[in-house]
């Protein structure tokens, strides 16, 4: 493909010496596979008491930080991460079952941060992901918080997703199409509440009042 494959490795400090340990054998496969790693070592439960974030959403913020930095610092041009289908498939129920509107239901996209952040599984299943897995030996840690229930995600993860694949085992499919046609209505949809938009001097938002309330909505999201 042309291109240089780096490591990029964050210790999150919220698994004590399981954690360590899973970082210290990435570090061992990188050395052994001559991949250039850069780690960081980070204090997550501290950093989310303070700024009032749950445990799982201030790790998710530090990480990306992590991933800013290495961008930033020249160590690589583009993060790839491990998210598949089935974390999409996870994601678009929990921001259901919390109340989410259109724009919060496209699942995981393919890219973020004007492709900064890319995801070269996202249309690929955990189930496909493991069967390579087996196939080709690749040996791998799993971090035992994946299965502790008492967060949201990993309940819907362990709990509900396997009745509904039981029953429906297209599902993950069905769904990551539901989220690329509700991407690009809400790529169409966000152009129209701009178009919605005017500005004065000082840089006060004015919102069109003869507009739909869904693009009147969404209009105000982007002024605020």
């Given at each position: 493909l042309g291109i240089t494959v780096k490591a990029v490795n964050v210790e999150h400090g919220i698994r004590g010496e399981s954690s360590v340990k899973d970082s210290e054998f990435v570090a061992d496969y990188c050395g052994k596979n001559g991949i250039e790693l850069k780690s960081y070592k980070l204090d997550c439960k501290t950093f989310s008491e303070e700024q009032g974030y749950s445990e799982e959403e201030g790790a998710r913020i530090a990480r990306y930080s992590c991933f800013n930095d290495a961008?930033?610092?020249?160590?690589?041009?583009?993060?790839?991460?491990?998210?598949?289908?089935?974390?999409?498939?996870?994601?678009?129920?929990?921001?259901?079952?919390?109340?989410?509107?259109?724009a919060g239901v496209t699942g995981i996209s393919?890219?973020?941060?004007?492709?900064?952040?890319?995801?070269?599984?996202?249309?690929?299943?955990?189930?496909?992901?493991?069967?390579?897995?087996?196939?080709?030996?690749?040996?791998?840690?799993?971090?035992?918080?994946?299965?502790?229930?008492?967060?949201?995600?990993?309940?819907?993860?362990?709990?509900?997703?396997?009745?509904?694949?039981?029953?429906?085992?297209?599902?993950?499919?069905?769904?990551?199409?539901?989220?690329?046609?509700?991407?690009?209505?809400?790529?169409?949809?966000?152009?129209?509440?701009?178009?919605?938009?005017?500005?004065?001097?000082?840089?006060?938002y004015f919102i069109k009042t003869d507009i739909p309330d869904c693009i009147f909505s969404r209009a105000a999201i982007i002024a605020l």
């Open positions: 961008l930033n610092s020249g160590f690589c041009v583009k993060i790839a991460t491990a998210h598949h289908l089935s974390d999409s498939f996870e994601t678009t129920l929990f921001n259901l079952f919390r109340g989410a509107s259109a393919e890219t973020r941060d004007n492709g900064r952040i890319i995801r070269p599984l996202a249309k690929i299943s955990k189930r496909d992901i493991d069967e390579y897995i087996e196939k080709n030996n690749v040996p791998f840690v799993q971090g035992e918080t994946n299965f502790e229930n008492a967060y949201s995600r990993n309940y819907i993860r362990t709990k509900i997703i396997p009745v509904i694949l039981e029953r429906f085992p297209e599902a993950e499919k069905s769904v990551g199409r539901f989220c690329e046609l509700t991407e690009k209505e809400n790529d169409y949809l966000n152009s129209e509440a701009q178009k919605a938009l005017t500005a004065d001097e000082s840089g006060a």
